[in-house]
């Protein structure tokens, strides 16, 4: 009978061929001296991201539905572990990334989720002091309220039997603003501000006033909001970005 991995790390791709073999190898030096598997989510690529996958000893899972919650509730469907981490294919990780994700869970059982940062590994300067002060002030709330009241979707790590499901319904923010105030309610999150990941800044390609008034105000914030009360799809998905600074 085969053994429950610890964990498995859930990848959703829409062709990231470019970028996932630096995730997946960065995923092949952790230190972690458990079992974990890497779950790759081919969400109609055209590119052989699916074939990278394979090559690197990765489950692969096809979702036809375009969007990231689809691809990310199909990937956690097929998990084996006991706890599911939400990762990005343009994200690299440190060696003691799933190790340090590991010490928080063992440090009580009570807790349902180990969420972190990222940081921007490229780009424009100002997207790393953006990265930087958004991330320093969810610390801050953290260290005063004990509340995580935000985490990025490359760094979300949940028990298995905390999760509920990706409302598939949402998206932007629905695999990080609705996931992590849907573990809140099944127990304690913790946020670990030392423990970040490393995204690519291609995002940020088309300048500070396009991404904080268009991509965070419209098409992250106000769409989120609005699909969740409505309960249905008001807003679709933003395009696609494509640009990269490689």
Not at 40 to 49: A, E, S
Not at 156 to 168: E, K, N, Q
Not at 190 to 200: G, L, Q, R, W
Request: glycine share 10%; net charge positive.
């Amino acid at each position: 009978m085969t053994s429950r991995p610890r964990f498995s790390v859930v990848i959703p791709c829409y062709n990231e061929e470019r970028y996932l073999t630096d995730a997946l190898l960065s995923l092949r030096k952790q230190d972690f001296d458990g079992e974990f598997e890497v779950v790759v989510v081919d969400n109609n690529c055209t590119d052989d991201t699916a074939g990278v996958a394979r090559d690197f000893g990765a489950v692969v899972v096809t979702e036809p539905t375009p969007g990231v919650c689809n691809a990310r509730q199909a990937g956690t469907l097929a998990a084996r572990g006991e706890i599911v981490v939400s990762a990005d294919a343009d994200t690299v990780y440190e060696r003691d990334w799933l190790s340090r994700i590991d010490a928080g869970f063992r440090a009580d059982e009570r807790i349902v989720a180990v969420v972190g940062p990222c940081t921007y590994a490229d780009g424009p300067r100002w997207g790393r002091y953006f990265g930087r002060g958004l991330f320093g002030a969810v610390n801050a709330v953290y260290r005063v309220t004990g509340r995580a009241v935000y985490a990025s979707a490359t760094n979300i790590a949940f028990r298995r039997d905390a999760w509920t499901g990706y409302d598939t319904g949402l998206t932007q923010g629905g695999d990080e603003l609705d996931q992590l105030r849907r573990l809140r309610g099944k127990g304690r999150v913790v946020y670990d501000h030392a423990n970040p990941t490393f995204t690519s800044g291609r995002r940020l390609a088309r300048g500070f006033m396009y991404n904080v008034f268009v991509s965070l105000v419209v098409h992250y914030l106000l769409t989120y909001t609005v699909n969740r009360i409505t309960g249905r799809r008001v807003f679709g998905q933003a395009p696609a970005f494509r640009e990269d600074f490689r």
